[in-house]
């Protein structure tokens, strides 16, 4: 099939640099807190240390060396007597004095000495390390040190530790002469897991890569990298980096200036974000998240859906295996309505989901309408109704309820289930006719080559999922905003129940949604939770939790494990926020200062010194230390106080690890 137009984002005003690969993986990566980016991280130190003002500390090394020099003027010139040079006369030998060389070399070497110690003295009084520290020395990044022997990356010593020397060998010079890639170490790292899991592939690995070399135990669409990257990733540890924590006081001081990254560990606990339109949501949060997934599918370690509007620089077409344009008549693929369900009950509950989750609390009922019909459609055809033969059957449409009928007259079963409907079709509550109402909007003449049953051939269901696979779905939010949203919660829906029903949990599957306005319905809540336990997550983007039926916002902000605020954000959405964040005990410091009078001159004159030194009058001191209890984030911080390009972000790991919410400089 021919591929679709090329949907290329713009090209990023400062592209990552690529780290060679042998650089790259010889770089360290210390054990860190969640979100932080491992790759040549440096521990800081968890308290702030205290750092004399520069004009203390200019003025104090001043006046100590003053000091020094003084007191060394006056040893010289024997005013302060000639005790200082016993230790010269006692410790030599009488017969030096008489060469008046050696006593010369001997007195000088003591001169040395004692003036070289006191200049230390006086250098350390006056703090001159600290200011030779803090303003001399350039800090530099250390380059990575040099791994241990037998311990470098680049050999592959894990397979040179199972015996296989030849492929660690293969392996090695491929990734020296850098025709290996960093996804393709991921991707043949992923594959050497398996074989420790299942020794019976042992030695289809071993010929793998002695036959393909680095292109080994390839990704099913041979794709070895993707053809543009705009974010930062590490891929030995699944990371893509989105900013740095800013140096601002509300973050911890050892997370400060350090870079935040995402991984499937803490995707794994879904992530919600929010923020207005041109926060940054799509280029910079679901754009690397994206790519990374790509990135991690091409390596066998994950699926990912994202879905997004028409239009969307989201990524490129070829960055991904399927994609499907709901609408357009030049789609590859059409999308299954039905989710490949082979259950008609499980059919029938996934679009009820989508199409009243978000009016009706309780989908029960809506399901077994549903239910009602579609067995008994597919009991007749083999397959479930397309969109107008559903509209018909909910519109009660005499003719298509009798041809139906006269298929199943066979089936007693059957037959049960359309009297049943019939029945409820009668009473004032009928709930079918809000489902016909909502099938309309997908029985759209743009939407006609869409939604088909009586044909498999192009067509998409979410439980392909049960394969590495990179899947965009463009929604047609212009002019069929309600079908896109529609289409929005099938997916979520289609996705909960495919990620819960795979046999191989081994790599995460994940779900991007670009926009998930009007996409949140309680069942799906309850799905995002479940998620966690299935090696699976979601992205959700909103641009306000206005978005969200009112009753659903906290638990919404209760079921994701990550929490992200855009700047911009609303005074009562940073309320949820903050409510969600909770608060924290800080020990606050309240001090007054009452200035020192004194009428005696000597006094007088030390305060004149101190004023001069310090730029400060002599003042006492009362400080009261207390612990008081305050909000992490208020809402009114989270909707005046956060700058534009920054997000505050907490982070939860699927094994319960949590951060702080953190200040990020997304732009960093």
């Not at 650089?23 to 800081?44: D, F, K, M, S, Y």
């Not at 530790?161 to 020296?176: E, K, M, V, Y």
């Amino acid at each position: 099939m021919p591929p679709l137009p090329a949907h290329l984002p713009p090209p990023p005003a400062h592209a990552p640099a690529r780290t060679p690969v042998l650089e790259w993986l010889r770089t360290p990566r210390p054990a860190a807190e969640p979100g932080i980016w491992r790759l040549g991280h440096r521990p800081r130190p968890d308290e702030e240390p205290e750092l004399v003002p520069a004009r203390r500390l200019f003025a104090g090394a001043l006046i100590s060396l003053l000091s020094g020099w003084l007191l060394w003027s006056l040893l010289w010139n024997g005013y302060l007597g000639r005790y200082w040079l016993w230790p010269l006369l006692v410790l030599t030998p009488d017969s030096w004095r008489t060469d008046a060389e050696t006593w010369a070399t001997a007195s000088y070497s003591y001169y040395a000495l004692v003036g070289g110690g006191l200049l230390i003295f006086f250098a350390r009084v006056g703090h001159l390390p600290e200011i030779w520290r803090r303003y001399a020395l350039r800090r530099k990044a250390a380059p990575p040190p040099p791994p241990a022997q037998g311990a470098d990356p680049a050999d592959w010593p894990e397979l040179r530790a199972a015996g296989l020397d030849d492929t660690a060998r293969s392996l090695a010079a491929a990734t020296r002469d850098g025709s290996l890639g960093d996804v393709d170490y991921a991707r043949i790292s992923r594959a050497w897991q398996g074989v420790r899991a299942r020794p019976e592939r042992l030695a289809a690995f071993t010929d793998a890569v002695r036959i393909q070399g680095a292109a080994a135990c390839a990704h099913p669409s041979g794709v070895r990298d993707l053809p543009v990257r705009t974010a930062t990733h590490d891929l030995a540890v699944g990371q893509v980096r989105i900013g740095t924590a800013a140096d601002h006081p509300r973050n911890p001081y050892a997370r400060r200036t350090t870079g935040v990254a995402l991984e499937p560990a803490l995707l794994g606990t879904s992530l919600l974000a929010v923020g207005p339109a041109g926060a940054g949501k799509t280029v910079r949060l679901v754009r690397p998240v994206v790519e990374s997934l790509c990135l991690q599918a091409l390596a066998n370690r994950a699926a990912v859906v994202a879905v997004t509007s028409h239009g969307t620089a989201l990524a490129p077409d070829a960055a991904f295996d399927v994609v499907v344009s709901v609408g357009r008549s030049d789609s590859t693929h059409d999308l299954d309505l039905y989710g490949g369900a082979d259950d008609p009950d499980e059919a029938a509950r996934i679009l009820a989901e989508a199409l009243v989750g978000d009016l009706v609390a309780d989908t029960r009922r809506a399901a077994t309408a549903l239910a009602q019909l579609i067995g008994p459609y597919q009991a007749a055809h083999g397959h479930y109704p397309g969109v107008p033969a559903l509209r018909e059957l909910l519109d009660g449409a005499p003719e298509a309820l009798a041809a139906l009928r006269a298929a199943v007259a066979h089936d007693p079963a059957q037959l049960r289930e359309l009297d049943a409907r019939a029945r409820q079709a009668e009473r004032g509550d009928e709930v079918g006719v809000l489902l016909a109402e909502r099938v309309a909007f997908l029985d759209r003449p743009a939407f006609a080559s869409f939604f088909r049953t009586d044909v498999r051939t192009g067509q998409f269901s979410l439980r392909t999922l049960a394969h590495p696979l990179r899947v965009r779905v463009d929604l047609p939010e212009r002019g069929h905003a309600e079908a896109a949203r529609i289409v929005s919660r099938l997916l979520l829906a289609q996705f909960a129940e495919a990620a819960l029903a795979r046999t191989d949990r081994s790599f995460f599957a994940c779900l991007v949604l670009d926009d998930a306005t009007y996409t949140v319905t309680a069942e799906s809540v309850r799905a995002l939770q479940r998620l966690r336990s299935a090696h699976a997550g979601a992205v959700l983007a909103l641009r306000s939790l206005e978005d969200v039926p009112e009753h659903l916002r906290g638990p919404l902000l209760g079921a994701v494990g990550c929490r992200m605020a855009f700047a911009g954000l609303t005074p009562w959405d940073g309320g949820r926020f903050a409510e969600t964040w909770g608060t924290e005990w800080v020990q606050t410091r309240d001090v007054t200062n009452r200035q020192i009078i004194s009428d005696e001159p000597l006094t007088k004159a030390l305060h004149f010194m101190r004023r001069l030194v310090t730029g400060r009058a002599a003042t006492a001191e009362a400080v009261t230390v207390r612990e008081v209890e305050r909000q992490r984030w208020s809402a009114s911080d989270l909707a005046h106080a956060v700058p534009a390009g920054h997000a505050v972000l907490s982070l939860t790991t699927v094994g319960g690890e949590h951060t702080p919410p953190l200040l990020v400089d997304l732009r960093g």
